[in-house]
């Protein structure tokens, strides 16, 4: 199979509400079996999973989501500290969940979601996953949230971790 088709991990999406109480999959973290190489910002990367998070969601008569440099800054440090610990999961390894992260940030928020890929296709491949994904599906087009943060971290020329962090009052 070509390097660019393969889909390595796509967990179930976890959404928040009421400050903590989550509905989805908040299973511990899965090993990751990554090589310890350098990791890459792809901001370009960032900027498409948004393009296609709100043309999904327009698709579907939803408004368009804002992009939030608080929820960024979150995704994009998880996205490394998962490549960089070997994990996946919406709980890290000290059990912290996304509430805690955002909590930890002093990030305010009612709802709140969270979206993880990792994958050594493209972009494009990356989001139809996470559309094909009745969890990913559901909190990309959410109503009760209006923000986003995507992070994307590239290890090498070898994958790329995508976090979405969804947010809303």
């Given amino acids: 199979m070509p390097r660019s088709s393969l889909v390595l991990a796509v967990l179930a999406a976890l959404f928040l509400t009421n400050g903590g109480a989550a509905r989805g999959n908040a299973e511990p ?5 990554n ?10 990367l960032e900027q498409a999973m948004l393009a296609d998070t709100n043309a999904e969601r327009r698709a579907h008569g939803l408004p368009a989501l804002t992009a939030d440099p608080e929820l960024q800054t979150i995704a994009r440090a998880y996205a490394r500290r998962m490549l960089e610990q070997h994990f996946i999961g919406h709980v890290d390894s000290k059990g912290g969940s996304p509430a805690d992260r955002l909590n930890q940030a002093r990030y305010a928020f009612h709802h709140a979601a969270e ?5 050594t296709g493209d972009e494009a491949e990356a989001f139809a996953a996470l559309r094909a994904s009745p969890g990913h599906r559901a909190n990309i087009l959410a109503k009760p949230v209006t923000r ?3 992070g994307a971290i590239s290890s090498s020329v070898y994958s790329t971790m995508y976090v979405e962090e969804f947010a809303g009052d």
């Avoid at 090589?35 to 370009?44: H, I, R, S």
């Avoid at 979206?115 to 994958?119: F, H, R």
């Fill in 35 to 44: 090589p310890d190489v350098a990791l890459y910002l792809q901001p370009q």
């Fill in 115 to 119: 979206n993880l890929i990792y994958t």
């Fill in 29 to 33: 973290p899965r090993p990751l079996d």
């Fill in 148 to 150: 986003i943060g995507v």
